[in-house]
Each structure stands twice: as C-alpha cells, then as structure tokens.
C-alpha cells in the first residue's frame, strides 16, 4: 500500500427528498482510501452504501462536505469533467455485468476506448491483452450468451481495467454467482491488487466477501460505525485456495496465430492466481508468508517469479 491518498472524503452528506419528507442518506463520512488498498464497504439495506458508491463512482454528488479523487474535487466538476473522471480514473464492475450482448467480449472490452479516441488496432490490442490478464484469452470471440456467469464478471472486470484507471469500484461483484465462482472472481481480485498494485473498493452486504478484504468500512444509517483492517485474511485466502485443488490443473494445448503470439508477449505473472497457487501446497504458502518481511520482500518476489517461468 503506498503513503498516496487516491481517496479523500470528509464529512459528506447526501439529502433527498420524497414528496414533503427529508431522507438523509449519507449523515457526516468521512475516511481516506490510500493508492493500492483493497476495501469492501459494507453495511444493512439503508446503511447509505448504494447512496455512497454513486458519490465515489461520480455517478452523483453530494449535498454538503468534500470528495477528492487523485487530486480532482469531484463535488465541484460539471457533468462534462465528471463524464471524463468515470471514463478515464473509475473502473466498475457490476453484479449485473452490463455487457452488450450482441457484442464479444472483445468489442466490449474495447468499448471504453472509443470515447478515449484510441485508433482500432490499439483497442483491439489492448482490450486482447486484459482479457488474457483475467483468464480469457480463448474467449476473446465469445459473446455473453455463450459464457458462464463468471466468464461474465472477468470481461466485466477487464472492461473495467482497460483504461488503467486510478480505482475499481465493485459493487456486489459476486451477487450474481454461485459460492465457487465467487471465489474465483475475489481470487481474481486479489491476484489483480497484489500483482498490479490496483486500488480495489467492494460494495457489499456479505460479510464473506468483506472478510477477504484488507480493510472493511461498514455503514449503518449514513454514518461509519466502524473502519477495521483484516490483518489474517491474506493467509486465510491463500491456505483456503491452495488446500481445495486436489490436483494441478493440466497444462493447457499449444496454441498457433496470432491469439498463442499475444499470449507469449504477456509476462508469467499474468496467469490466473488459482493456477499459480495450485504449484505449491498449503503449508509453503503459509510458512512463506509468515517468513517474509520488509526487507527481503523484493527476494521472495523474485523467487516466485523464477518459479514461475516456463519450463520450470
């Protein structure tokens, strides 16, 4: 996690009003999100979390207070400036998935890119290279009919990533799948936040998924009533993941064209995280994790990848 606050809001407040009656939605939050931390939000129905993630998706603003996101003050940008924040420094994911379904999952990826102005061979490009980051690289032609609920969620998620945003803001990312799935797709989350660094926020009412989490923000009748760090979850994950897989997964078929080319440019690293824990047992990773410190982070790093490279 870096020292660099993405997220920064202070004493916010949302009002709405039903007919003649005043609802107060959000009543005084305040906290601090830093770059590269993983977040769930959480809380009952009327807690305020929907009325809050449309604030820090800047889908709405606030009534009073302040919400700063990577240096913008999003309360006080017009619709046009706020248009360019969703598209260029938000990513979402929905429990609903929102994709076209008469498009592929290439063409959905790559939607986000048409309003950033990049050529066609670039969005193809790079919308092929976050589907094969989140496990899909022989699905790219695939539209949603013709993929699982999960499938689903990863184009989702790789929708989300293409434009390198500054956060990815989930909201009930599992709501839609069954437990299995669900893991997978949090697996998938956490490979993304700890490889890549991204800043990841999870709107959710269930307390499992907020557990896998760094650090869990609940909600209750617009206020915070508790701001918490998961310090065991990293272990609990890893162990749970790796002592469930009865067997490694096969090594997949070669493959020839232009698909197996842009597959041999992505980096080892970039495999889904559940084959990576398959290669070791639950006792390593929990005795690895316990062994390492700040000082031979970078080591332990570098091991890993070793024993990641093919052929090893």
């Known amino acids: 996690m870096s020292e660099r606050v993405i997220i920064e809001v202070s004493d916010l407040t949302k009002t709405y009003w039903m007919g003649e009656t005043e609802v107060n939605a959000l009543r005084g939050v305040s906290f601090q999100i830093h770059e590269g931390e993983m977040v769930a939000i959480t809380g009952p129905s009327g807690s305020g979390k929907s ?55 290439l063409a959905n990826v790559a939607l986000p890119l048409v309003y950033a102005g990049l050529s066609g061979r670039e969005r193809t490009e790079r919308a092929r290279q976050m589907l094969e980051l989140v496990g899909l690289g022989e699905r790219l032609h695939h539209k949603p009919t013709e993929l699982s609920g999960g499938q689903q969620q990863r184009v989702a998620l790789a929708r989300a990533l293409v434009n390198e945003p500054a956060i990815i803001l989930a909201d009930e990312p599992t709501g839609n799948l069954d437990s299995k799935t669900g893991e997978e797709i949090m697996s998938l989350f956490w490979q993304l936040h700890e490889e890549q660094g991204i800043t990841l926020i999870i709107v959710t009412h269930d307390p499992e998924v907020a557990e896998q989490t760094e650090r869990v923000i609940t909600l209750r009748d617009g206020l915070v009533v508790a701001d ?34 842009a597959q041999g440019a992505l980096p080892a690293d970039h495999q889904p ?40």
């Open 51 to 105: 009325t809050l993630m449309s604030i820090l998706g800047a889908l709405d603003q606030p009534t009073g207070g302040s919400y700063w996101l990577d240096g913008y003050d999003i309360g006080n940008l017009r619709d046009d400036d706020l248009a360019l924040i969703r598209n260029w420094r938000i990513g979402f994911v929905f429990q609903q998935f929102n994709l076209l379904a008469r498009s592929t999952a």
């Open 228 to 261: 918490e760090r998961n310090g065991h979850n990293v272990v609990y994950r890893r162990q749970r993941h790796v002592s469930e897989l009865a067997e490694p997964p096969a090594e997949p078929a070669a493959e020839s064209g232009e698909h197996a080319a």
């Open 273 to 312: 995280a559940i084959t990576l824990l398959a290669q070791a047992s639950a006792e390593e990773v929990a005795r690895q994790i316990a062994a390492e410190a700040p000082s031979n982070g970078t080591e332990a790093k570098a091991a890993r990848e070793e024993d990641h490279e093919p052929g090893n």
